[in-house]
């Protein structure tokens, strides 16, 4: 038995969850997302109380059951509370802007970047060198974190670049001329 998948999923009162068939939609106050279960789990709610489980001890069915229970307890968790990711750019002269739905960066390099802000996802900038991506689908706020850091990773020579909020950079010595 998969110890994720045997967990129960408790849904918050603001929280809706509808199964038809082989589709999940959970809808809160932050939004509403859906996700289609895969042949092999199944899902049936109880009162405040949703359990994922499978049909048999085949290998690809047991791999699914956890899977499925932990996507959909994040859809919860994103509706009534939501994700972010928090990345900070390091460098002289290297800055963010916001422009309607473009993200602007300033990377040292002979142009500008402007990056495409998807639907669903909000970035703040408190600072200029600190920016917060946020929104409600878990996959989509690590997706656009992740693209926005590949603009210009960390290198390890002097730390520049874009890098997540606590990520550790290993510094490497440069070459001596002896």
């Avoid at 996700?35 to 069915?61: C, M, W």
């Avoid at 990056?115 to 600190?130: A, S, V």
């Avoid at 730390?159 to 550790?168: C, D, L, S």
Wanted: glycine share 10%; proline share 4%.
């Amino acid at each position: 038995m998969s110890r994720v998948g045997k967990q129960l999923i408790i849904i918050p009162a603001q929280v809706k969850v509808d199964i038809d068939k082989e589709v999940v939609s959970v809808s809160g106050p932050k939004g509403k997302l859906g996700f289609s279960i895969p042949y092999g789990v199944k899902a049936e709610l109880k009162k405040n109380q949703l359990i994922v489980t499978r049909i048999s001890d085949i290998k690809d069915h047991r791999m699914k059951h956890g899977l499925v229970r932990a996507l959909i307890n994040n859809m919860v968790i994103g509706v009534t509370e939501g994700f972010s990711k928090d990345l900070e750019i390091q460098g002289v002269g290297f800055k963010a802007q916001l422009n309607a739905k473009k993200l602007v960066l300033n990377l040292g390099f002979s142009h500008v970047i402007e990056y495409d802000i998807p639907d669903g996802i909000t970035i703040e900038l408190p600072k200029p060198t600190q920016i917060i991506v946020s929104g409600i689908d878990k996959q989509l706020v690590g997706q656009v974190a992740a693209e926005i850091r590949a603009f210009y990773k960390p290198e390890p020579y002097k730390g520049k670049g874009i890098r997540y909020v606590g990520e550790y950079v290993r510094k490497k010595a440069g070459k001596t001329v002896a």
